[in-house]
């Protein structure tokens, strides 16, 4: 069983950032890849980006690329993910998530636990 808390989101003016934390509790931290994934309003969740168990291997939305930034301390049980250059279309609530295995994906079936969720908006 994994638990994982996220915090960090908040309102933001377009062009700006926000840093997003999710810690984790439970099984062992590094043995499980994490990932990011969002919903916006009317929308299904999506896919943003998503770290190895070691964090040697790193995917993100082609929406994001470039501009977003996943990362972990395993010392810490806890992933990151830097947003920079935020846009209105950004908006939506951010959860992290558990996988089952310690590589890196990017659906929603290959994780196991999820957070309750942090909202991000941001304004135009």
């Known amino acids: 069983q994994v638990q994982l808390v996220e915090s960090g989101g908040g309102l933001v003016q377009a062009g700006g950032s926000l840093r997003l934390s999710c810690a984790a509790s439970g099984r062992t931290f590094s043995s499980y890849a994490m990932g990011w994934f969002r919903q916006a309003p009317g929308k299904e969740r999506e896919f943003v980006a998503t770290?190895?168990?070691?964090?040697?291997?790193?995917h993100y939305a082609d929406s994001v690329k470039g501009r977003f930034t996943i990362s972990r301390d395993n010392a810490k049980n806890t992933v990151y993910l830097q947003m920079n250059s935020l846009k209105p279309e950004d908006t939506g609530v951010y959860y992290c998530?558990?996988?089952?295995?310690?590589?890196?994906?990017?659906?929603?079936?290959?994780?196991?636990?999820w957070g309750q969720g942090t909202q991000v908006t941001v304004s135009s």
């Open positions: 998530a558990a996988g089952w295995r310690t590589t890196a994906r990017s659906t929603a079936d290959e994780y196991a636990y």
């Open positions: 770290i190895s168990s070691f964090g040697v291997t790193t």
